[in-house]
């Protein structure tokens, strides 16, 4: 497709077990994002790759998340032993290069994975 | 105190109405600035970015004032279909990592 694409769309897990939200970015986008988006809430950074590194990794929140990038393209986003409060819109964007010279490009949203922790 | 503040809302006004959000940001390094549209439950989209000299596009007027640290989102003749959550982001030098503001809702009523 020609958008960004996230999956699952819905994901129901019971507190304490390990999640995986999967990202697909537009095709040529090196710059891909994960943000967090609480009911009523606004987006909360959690971590941004350029290729498959990842230079600013500030926003995850503790250390049971975690996130990869593999072949400039599909990222997946992990978190161990998930807790009530994980649960949120997880969103993921992809955009173009951002590099000196050129920043104002924009996001492109995929439709989130709306996680839910019982 | 966040690096940028909106006023949740809602801003509940008839058709036809002229609404004006504004959005201030805290970090002067701040550099590109952004409107997003989020329609409930769905993903935010761009609306349009703001530049310096001011923008404008159809109905949408976006103003950026350095001096105080804030843009400005002017909407003229709101139809139904404005209603919504309008999202501003403001991305520092070198960070490339827009932040986002929790969001102004609009209601448009007829």
């Known amino acids: 497709g020609a958008g960004v694409s996230q999956s699952p769309s819905n994901k129901v897990t019971e507190k304490g077990k390990d999640v995986e939200l999967r990202c697909d970015p537009i095709s040529g986008h090196t710059a891909l994002y994960w943000y967090r988006q609480r009911l009523g809430q606004g987006l909360e950074f959690l971590i941004y790759?350029?290729?498959?590194?990842?230079?600013?990794k500030s926003g995850l929140p503790s250390d049971r998340f975690s996130a990869e990038r593999t072949g400039e393209s599909v990222s997946t986003l992990t978190i161990q032993r998930t807790q009530q409060e994980d649960s949120a819109v997880y969103l993921c964007?992809?955009?173009?290069?951002?590099?000196?010279?050129?920043?104002?490009?924009?996001?492109?949203f995929g439709s989130g994975t709306q996680l839910s922790v019982l | 105190r966040k690096e940028v503040e909106q006023d949740p809302g809602p801003f509940n006004v008839p058709e036809g109405a002229t609404v004006a959000f504004n959005c201030t940001y805290s970090?002067?390094?701040?550099?590109?600035f952004f409107w997003y549209r989020q329609d409930c439950r769905k993903e935010p989209k761009l609306l349009m970015s703001?530049?310096?000299s001011g923008n404008e596009d159809g109905r949408f007027t976006a103003q950026l004032n350095r001096a105080s640290q804030y843009i400005s989102l002017l909407i003229r003749d709101s139809k139904l279909s404005d209603s919504a959550t309008y999202l501003c982001?403001?991305?520092?030098?070198?960070?490339?990592?827009?932040?986002f503001g929790r969001g102004t809702s609009l209601i448009v009523h007829p």
């Open positions: 790759f350029q290729g498959n590194s990842a230079p600013d």
């Open positions: 703001v530049y310096s």
């Open positions: 982001a403001a991305e520092t030098r070198g960070s490339y990592i827009p932040t």
């Open positions: 970090n002067s390094a701040s550099q590109s």
């Open positions: 964007a992809s955009s173009l290069a951002k590099v000196q010279g050129r920043t104002n490009e924009k996001l492109f």
